[in-house]
Structures are given as C-alpha cells and as structure tokens.
C-alpha cells in the first residue's frame, strides 16, 4: 500500500492475547477437599489472573485457607486431607503424579500468618532456601539477599547485623523478613494467608504498602479477613461462605464489583458488615 | 495475699533445701579430702609413680585418662546413634513403629547399670576376648557406657525434636526444601538447645558410671595404649578400695571423688558457656 521505504509501518501481530486482557495462571475447577471424608470446600472452579492481586474473603472456617493450601499443596502435609478435581498452574496440573512439589513450592511462594522466621541469622534465613535450590555462589547469594531485603523494605533496618538472629527482629519485621525469603526464590506466585493479621496496625500498614508493590510482578493470593484491606490492595476478590460447615465459592470478581455491586444478596450483606 | 506468701515460702525453702543439699556433699567431699589436699604433695597425684597407695603412691592420672577416654568413646559413639534414633522417629517412621520404637528406647534407659554390666561381662567380654585378649578392656567399657547413655541422648534429642513449632516444618516445606534439607537447615538449629543439654547430662553419667564400668573393664591401673587394654576409672577405683581404704588412702579416695565431681561441674558451666554464646 505505502511504497516509501522511510515510511513507519508496525510489524504483524504477535500471537496471544492484547496485553490488557487478563490472562488467567492458576486455574482451579471444581475442586472439593475433604478431611478424614468431611468435606471442607464443595466444588470450586475460578481463575486467578497473572500480576493481580486476588483477596479471598469470607467468615472463619469456609476454607479460604484450605483453598490457598491446595495451591501448593501444602496439604499433602495433612495426613487425613483428599482433594478431587483440579488446579492448573500455567496448564500443568499439579496433582498429576510427574508434578515435582519441591520445583512447584519454589514457583508459588507462601507467607503464613503468624511470621516464622527460622532459628538462625538473618543472613542465613535467606540462603537457606536458596542453598537448597541450587544457587551456593556466595556473591549471588548475597545479591539475592540484599535485592529482596530491599524490596521488603528491610534493608536499611537490618544491613549492619546480618548476622545477627532472626528471633531479634519484631514482628512486623519478622513478617517482611519471611516475604524477602519467599521472593528470594523469585517465585511467580505468592500465597499469602493473613499476613497482617498477626501484626500491629502500623507493622500491618508497612506489610500491605509492600503487598500493594509488588503487585505486576507476582500473581498474588491473600486470604484477609480485614475487608478494608481486601478493597484497598485487591484487583479481584473470591467470596466464600460455609454452609452446613462445608465451604462453598459463592461469587468470584473484580474487587470492586464485589463491594459495590455483587450478584448476590449474601456477598451485599457479608462485605457491608450485616453477616458474618 | 497470706496463700500467696505461703506458697512462695513453701517453693523457697525447697529451693534452699536442694541447694543446700548440693553444698553439703561438696563440704563432706572437701572435709574428707582435705588430709590428702594438704598432708600430701597435691603433685604427687599427677607424679607419682604409680597407684600403690600401701607404698603411700598416689597417682591419679591412669585413672582419669582412662575415665576420660571412656567417656569421650562412649558418648563419640552414642551421640550420633542417639540423635539418629530420635530423628528416625520423628521424620521417618511410620507412627506404629516410633511409638513401637520409642517405648523400647524408654525401656533401654529403665535397665539397671548391673545388668548392663552382666551382660557385658558374659557376652561381650568373651567376644572381645576372642578378637583380643584379655577381653576385659576399654573397649568394653566403652561399648557397655555407650548403650547405657544412648537412650538417655535419644530421648532428650527426641523431646527436643518434637518441640520444635510445625510453623518452622511449614514453612520449610511451603520453601521447596527437601526432608534432608529442613532436618539439616532447620530442625537441628532449632533443637540444639535440647539435644546439647541431654548430651552433656549423658556425659556427666557416663563420667560417674560405676557398676557396669568395673564389671567390663579389666580395673588394671594403667594409661592404655589400646582399645585392648584393661583400665580402671576413677569411680571404679573408689567402689573398689573404698571398704579397706584408711588414712591417706581413703582421704585420696574422696579426692578422686571430688575431682569426678569438678569434672562434672565443669561439664555443666561449660554447657552454660556454649549457650551464651551461641550464634542465634
């Protein structure tokens, strides 16, 4: 069509989605978990989209956290747990038996509720797991440290004591300490099961700011019962309620769909406060 | 609150009371050494010749060394056996078998000292004898302690292990590192506190071990040269004299005593030391 070789023309498209289309990496359908044949969380199926912030939100016992387990399947640890259906994470289904758990674990990063440091230095909390993985390199192993002790905001804090115990550190500190050693890993998944819930109001700020920037870069998991904090940081958020004491999904969204105009009548009565 | 003070009364005086008890044995200790400590040349004890307290010979040093190197074998061998057993039972056995498993260790550490003692004595011996004569040696005092503190090390390696919170075991597995991993890089700095304490308490036993020590080790006053040769240890000594011994001799006696006493001690400060200045 335009024959002046000077004029600025696109090259052809580049297969998949347009970049502003949310492309789903953790794919859950239908998946019922039960303990010792009761079951916890009846048939759940959603998406969960790369670089978003997903809030699992609902009251205490409608396995939220069952939920954020079978992700990384924390609950193989659980003697007496079953789990039907299935999760895809980047199309690989993770209960498959060629699944390695270990490389899975290093993929999707988890950050508990009540911080756990490990009883050691600071310094080794972080190559700990990294020795483990195969990165020994001192330098790297310092570069590592140092990059994601930024990235928590911890640096400034800890730089000149290393060494020191991790158990010195406060809680809030504890907290990003446990993050930093999460993303050291450089996981594309971070589950986060109450990660402030165990802090004070200012060490749950600092916490939630740091949620808030990493947001992009890792596909992120939070299970909060806090629903201030759900609307702030979260893109999508997953309502579950517990019926006859098994979990259900009950709507699943963008946040602010979900706050401001759910489907259902019990996710407007449990996100202004009238259940739950 | 008048409970209060009472309570608080009550749980001081037994305080006192087991402190003051420990005070006691020193004192005698030192009372009944105390001819020996000042009537003899405190040298003496590490040049004299030899052990012939008849001929006013008073050397120790056979007998420490040959307690010490007892000890230090014994506790060499049941430490890593001891710390396996209880790692056996936390992480890898089937929980039949650690419960199985574990009431037998428990058992182990209920059997008395003379039975061990017999035991080395009618079978161990012989076999040893069969190897190396004479049979009775070191080395069976060394093997004889180690089965009597294995169990005492696997179960406080145990309790330790078991203490430690299922958070760290959490989130050791949620980071991708293996069983090993996890034992290695989490759960043995976490227990160390436990396990350093239950192997010095091992030690301290297997130092004042008496019974099954003498029935094994062949008592011949002398350094060893080999795991072969016979030894006496100092508490062994003691059992042995103590019911002739008079004069200088039974007061050397109570010093070998107290020395046992001050190694044990130094045991313990020590274990304090390490736990000052432990990294973490």
């Known amino acids: 069509m335009n024959d002046d070789p000077d004029a600025f023309t696109l090259g052809p498209l580049q297969a998949g989605p347009p970049c502003c289309e949310p492309q789903p990496l953790i794919q859950v359908r239908n998946l019922t978990l039960h303990y010792d044949g009761k ?32 992700i990384n399947r924390m609950t193989d640890l659980i003697p007496c747990c079953g789990i039907d259906g299935r999760i895809l994470v980047d199309n690989q289904d993770i209960h498959h038996r060629d699944c390695d758990v270990q490389a899975l674990r290093r993929r999707i990063g988890m950050v508990f509720q009540k911080p756990a440091p490990f009883p050691l230095s ?46 010195s550190l406060s809680g809030g500190q504890q907290q990003r300490l446990c993050i930093a050693r999460a993303l050291a890993l450089n996981p594309e998944i971070l589950l986060m099961d109450e990660p402030c819930s165990a802090l004070d109001p200012i060490a749950s700020g600092v916490v939630e700011d740091l949620i808030c920037r990493l947001q992009g870069r890792y596909t992120i998991v939070i ?9 702030r940081i979260a893109n999508y958020a997953a309502f579950f309620w517990v019926r006859e004491r098994t979990g259900q999904l009950v709507e699943f969204g963008r946040c602010r769909h979900i706050f401001e105009s759910p489907r259902e009548a019990l996710t407007a009565a449990y996100v202004n406060g009238a259940r739950g | 609150m008048l409970t209060d003070r009472v309570l608080t009364g009550i749980l001081r005086s037994g305080a006192l009371l087991s402190a003051l008890i420990m005070l006691l044995i020193l004192c005698f200790l030192l009372l009944e050494s105390w001819p020996a400590l000042t009537g003899l040349p405190v040298a003496g004890f590490l040049t004299d010749p030899s052990w012939h307290p008849l001929e006013s010979a008073y050397n120790l040093m056979p007998m420490l060394s040959a307690t010490l190197l007892a000890s230090i074998g014994a506790i060499t061998l049941a430490v890593p056996l001891g710390i396996a057993s209880a790692l056996f039972i936390v992480f890898f056995a089937p929980s039949h078998l650690a419960s199985l498993y574990k009431r037998l260790i428990e058992l182990l550490a209920g059997i008395p000292s003379v039975v061990f003692g017999f035991w080395g004595l009618t079978v161990l011996v012989p076999l040893i004898s069969e190897w190396q004569p004479p049979g009775a040696s070191l080395l069976a005092a060394v093997l004889v302690l180690t089965l009597m503190i294995l169990p005492m090390i696997a179960i406080t390696a145990y309790t330790a292990l078991a203490a430690v919170p299922d ?3 959490q989130n050791a597995a949620a980071l991708g590192l293996s069983r090993w991993g996890t034992i290695a890089g989490v759960v043995l700095p976490a227990a160390r506190a436990g396990i350093t304490a239950g192997i010095i308490l091992a030690a301290a036993r297997a130092l004042g071990e008496t019974m099954a020590v003498l029935m094994v080790a062949g008592n011949v006053v002398q350094h060893p040269e080999s795991l072969f040769d016979p030894v006496r240890t100092l508490a062994a000594n003691i059992a042995l004299e103590m019911a002739y011994a008079m004069g200088d001799h039974r007061s050397v006696l109570f010093v070998s005593g107290l020395l046992l006493m001050l190694l044990v001690m130094a045991l313990s400060a020590m274990a304090g030391l390490l736990e000052k200045h432990r990294h973490v």
């Open chain 1, 39 to 70: 079951t916890a969380l009846d048939n759940v199926s959603l998406d969960i989209y790369k670089g978003c912030i997903t809030a699992l939100i609902g009251p205490s016992g409608c396995g939220k956290t069952s939920f954020l387990s079978a």
């Open chain 1, 223 to 231: 299970v909060t019962h806090n629903l201030a904090q759900a609307r």
């Open chain 1, 122 to 167: 600071i310094r080794r909390n972080i190559a700990l797991p990294l020795n483990e993985h195969g990165v020994t390199q001192k330098k790297e192993v310092a570069a590592i440290t140092e990059t994601v002790l930024r990235d928590v905001g911890l640096w400034g804090e800890v730089c000149d004591r290393l060494d020191a115990s991790a158990l």
């Open chain 2, 167 to 169: 958070e760290l075991l």
